[in-house]
């Protein structure tokens, strides 16, 4: 049996990034991790995975983190993950993770995330597909998490995370 994962899906401009620190600081024994820990400027051992040009590496950079994650996990220690919106057959029972498994998804409106992108200099492609990835988010995930407050909105997650996480 695996310790429990929380998986906190969002978009490109979500917030995922700005939110870890303030997820660290209160996690208190709950390992937190974000999928984008292990990339330096967006690659991996100079592999871009963060570009979109690069989603035929994506499944191999997924299947790291499943490795990653399932040794965390079957040494008993719960685990919150940061990732990117999956494709929808993950949300469901049985896909890729062992269970106990609970998707949640980390929000913005949608005109905060376009001033997000746009300061970022990310062209208009990238854009329209982040906006699609959040919509899909919206649209499949059991839970929603938004705000703008990184303290207040890290405590909702965590104590979201610890409902079925076990005591030490």
């Known amino acids: 049996m695996h310790a429990s994962l929380h998986l906190l899906a969002g978009a490109p401009a979500a917030g995922k990034t700005t939110l870890l620190p303030h997820l660290l600081a209160a996690a208190d024994g709950l390992v937190v991790m974000d999928m984008d820990e292990l990339l330096e400027d967006g690659a991996l051992l100079g592999v871009p995975i963060a570009d979109p040009a690069a989603a035929p ?4 950079y997924d299947r790291m983190w499943e490795r990653i994650v399932t040794m965390v996990r079957r040494a008993g220690h ?6 990117p919106v999956p ?3 993950e949300f469901a029972p049985g896909g ?22 746009k300061e970022r200099g990310v062209p208009q492609e990238w854009i329209e597909e982040a906006m699609a990835d959040a919509a899909q988010g919206r649209a499949l995930a059991p839970k929603v998490f938004a705000g703008d407050g990184a303290d207040e909105l890290a405590v909702r997650i965590l104590a979201w995370a610890r409902e079925d996480a076990p005591s030490h």
């Not at 590496?57 to 191999?60: D, E, F, I, K």
């Not at 719960?78 to 990732?83: G, I």
């Open 87 to 89: 494709d929808p057959e």
């Open 78 to 83: 719960p685990v919150l993950l940061l990732c």
């Open 96 to 117: 890729r993770w062992a269970a106990p498994v609970r998707w949640a998804l980390l929000d913005c409106p949608d005109e905060v995330r376009l001033h997000r992108l």
């Open 57 to 60: 590496v994506w499944p191999a």
